[in-house]
């Protein structure tokens, strides 16, 4: 199996990347998704969320409340520090049991893992390669307002809240740039996908 660690700030163009590489043949694993999972009415995670944040984080249904929570840790460092102790050992334990099962179902499979956090989480899944996506901060802020319909001061708050590009770019074994055009980024991942075909090649025995 190949593995590897995709991310990137918000609206850096990881999906794009991400799809792209699907469409080659690879399985995408989305931290993201995962995260979603992991709190679920009735799990260990969500219950440990409420004694730590009270009912309030709770829908009327017994939901996690993803806004509610999020202006709870959104601007207080001490209280998302608290929530990421809570959530990223859940989601590490998940994302480690589908790597595992992808790679029992086919020892040759190329996985993306997509996690925006890969540094702050300090994620450290045996990835082969490490794939950064970047783009300017204007760009990512430009991304939130008109595709998410963010507020332009919320969107910049957004951006600025998360690590910095050079810490990412530290880790990276590619930078793939998305500031450009979708198809820029496409072709990027394209010969991201050829060379991951060549180191595979060259890695099986003769």
């Given at each position: 199996?190949?593995?590897?660690?995709?991310?990137?700030?918000?609206?850096?163009g990881k999906s794009t990347v991400a799809r792209r590489l699907v469409e080659h043949g690879a399985i995408h694993i989305d931290a993201d998704q995962l995260a979603r999972r992991v709190v679920e009415p009735g799990s260990a995670c969500l219950d440990e969320i409420v004694r730590e944040f009270g009912e309030g984080v709770l829908t009327n249904d017994g939901m996690l409340?993803?806004?509610?929570?999020?202006?709870?840790?959104?601007?207080?460092?001490?209280?998302?520090?608290?929530?990421?102790?809570?959530?990223?050992?859940a989601v590490r334990e998940l994302s480690g049991r589908l790597i595992a099962k992808a790679e029992q179902a086919d020892p040759?499979?190329?996985v993306v893992y997509d996690v925006p956090l890969l540094v702050e989480?300090?994620?450290?899944h045996p990835f082969d390669l490490v794939v950064v996506?970047?783009?300017?901060?204007r760009t990512q802020v430009d991304r939130l307002v008109q595709e998410r319909g963010f507020?332009?001061?919320?969107?910049?708050?957004?951006?600025?809240?998360?690590?910095g590009d050079a810490e990412r770019r530290a880790v990276a074994d590619v930078v793939i740039d998305t500031g450009g055009s979708i198809a820029h980024t496409m072709s990027q991942a394209d010969d991201l996908w050829v060379r991951?075909?060549?180191?595979?090649?060259?890695?099986?025995?003769?």
């Open positions: 199996m190949y593995l590897i660690g995709l991310t990137g700030g918000i609206a850096s409340d993803r806004q509610k929570l999020g202006e709870i840790v959104f601007r207080d460092d001490e209280a998302r520090a608290r929530l990421n102790a809570i959530v990223h050992p040759d499979a190329v989480a300090q994620v450290d996506t970047s783009a300017p901060k507020d332009p001061i919320q969107a910049e708050a957004r951006v600025d809240a998360q690590v991951i075909d060549r180191e595979r090649r060259a890695s099986k025995p003769a």
